[in-house]
């Protein structure tokens, strides 16, 4: 568990041990120290918790908030459940004013734009420092935003990592052979993709054997780091998708749609329901798919790590976001109710809590405890979660730039898939917006 006795836990076993030494010498002194009066005495605390509205999330508070009431009998948790387009406009404006929740859930491209120092409270040494956390956990969860060196300033919880998995209709695979579990490069994906794809008379696809609509942006940037380019320079800022490695990045990609043909425009105006109804064999939509297709839409599915290009210089793999807590910087005032916001964001990141998520959710977490925990193989999704973060995070790495609508950028990319701009055309305007975004941002952070 990522914090196994809390600051109350300890104190009481301190307080407990000492009145027994007190009571076997004098028992007067004893009644005069009696650590439990001084907590009958200890002020109520009103901690308020916001969190990203949605069943995975209420199911695991239900577990964390009696787990936390158990030692922390002056807290009153107000869980706050709030949906995701509301948590996210609603987050940085509060924050800004003053009215923000004393603990709250965010996804790591939400803050990209911000200074975090700014946004969240350091709690590197009150969630036991840098290095032990790290230790923890894998650092590249803690690398999605730009941060200051060796400090914390939230808590990785977990991590869907759109592009950097995929999951598979195992029927599909079985019923044309193909070993997904097995694939060592990335074109053996694409080759299985063209096996599984199914055309009708008129040559149109009528099943995708492999669909990157989802993630073909993400794609974009794993494939340009393992091609040996880059496309952003944290230094100096500077956004780069328009080079010589960069159009071969998307080549490999548009060849996808428009010569292996595994995927076409015409199947579906959205992934994720063709998915659900099986017209789709392979996708990267991300590893949290699996436990929906298979609890909701009776979809037989699997996760499996995206394999590096045959002639990769390194294997590296962009995962999107991770969703994170992080914490109100009002709690330096009030170190009370700040010891309790932290006891109660590193039990939402314990094994016990975690175990709880991989129950019923297919994705990763960043911690590396819950993975060697006993009970990993006793939740559903736990072993499948455990070999897709144990091949994944080792390679994970984040652009750490400062845009946080990437929107736009995707948008172009998407018109040079479909072959309404040229591919040289795309790249220059994704450039072309990310300058001005990282520009305008950069500018904000040093006024």
């Not at 409270?121 to 590249?140: N, Q, V």
């Not at 998307?250 to 199947?267: G, K, M, P, T």
């Not at 911690?367 to 995070?393: C, F, H, Q, T």
């Amino acid at each position: 568990m990522m914090h196994q006795t809390s600051r109350r836990q300890f104190l009481k076993v301190s307080a407990g041990v000492g009145a027994a030494a007190m009571l076997a010498a004098c028992a007067p002194v004893a009644t005069e120290m009696d650590g439990g009066a001084a907590d009958a005495m200890e002020e109520p605390i009103d901690l308020v918790v916001w969190y990203q509205d949605w069943d995975g999330a209420n199911r695991i508070m239900g577990w964390v908030q009696p787990e936390f009431e158990k030692d922390h009998e002056n807290v009153n948790v107000d869980l706050q459940a709030i949906g995701y387009g509301d948590l996210l406009n609603k987050m940085l404006p509060s924050i800004a004013s003053g009215t923000e929740g004393d603990v709250m859930m965010m996804y790591t491209d939400w803050v990209v734009a911000t200074d975090i120092t700014r946004v969240f409270l350091d709690i590197t040494d009150a969630a036991g420092g840098a290095a032990e956390l790290e230790e923890k956990m894998w650092p590249a969860a803690f690398q999605a935003v730009e941060v200051p060196g060796n400090k914390v300033y939230y808590l990785p919880w977990l991590a869907g990592i759109r592009g950097a998995a995929m999951t598979v209709n195992m029927d599909h695979c079985a019923e044309a052979g193909i070993d997904y579990l097995n694939f060592g490069t990335y074109e053996e994906v694409i080759e299985a993709g063209v096996a599984m794809t199914q055309k009708n008379d008129e040559g149109k696809v009528t099943r995708s054997g492999y669909s990157i609509a989802s993630s073909q942006y993400q794609l974009l940037w794993s494939l340009i780091w393992q091609m040996g380019g880059d496309f952003f320079d944290k230094e100096t800022g500077v956004w780069s998708h328009d080079s010589e490695v960069g159009e071969a990045a998307a080549q490999i990609l548009h060849d996808i749609y428009w010569v292996h043909n595994s995927v076409d425009f015409e199947l579906f105006t959205n992934e994720y329901e063709a998915c659900t109804q099986q017209l789709v064999s392979i996708w990267g939509n991300g590893a949290w798919t699996m436990s929906v297709m298979t609890d909701v839409a009776d979809v037989p599915a699997d996760n499996i790590v995206k394999p590096p290009l045959a002639n990769a210089v390194e294997y590296v793999l962009y995962p999107q976001h991770v969703a994170g807590y992080g914490l109100s910087k009002r709690l330096a005032e009030d170190s009370a109710k700040l010891d309790a916001a932290v006891d109660f964001a590193l039990l939402i990141v314990s094994n016990g809590a975690l175990l709880q998520a991989l129950d019923f959710y297919s994705g990763v977490v960043p911690s590396k405890g819950v993975y060697n925990d006993p009970g990993i193989g006793d939740v559903k999704y736990g072993l499948v979660s455990k070999r897709v973060a144990e091949g994944m995070w080792p390679h994970a790495r984040y652009p750490q730039d400062h845009v946080a609508q990437q929107g736009p950028a995707a948008a172009e990319f998407d018109r040079a898939m479909r072959q309404e701009i040229s591919i040289h055309d795309a790249l220059h305007a994704m450039d072309a917006y990310l300058q001005e975004q990282e520009d305008q941002a950069r500018e904000r952070l040093a006024a």
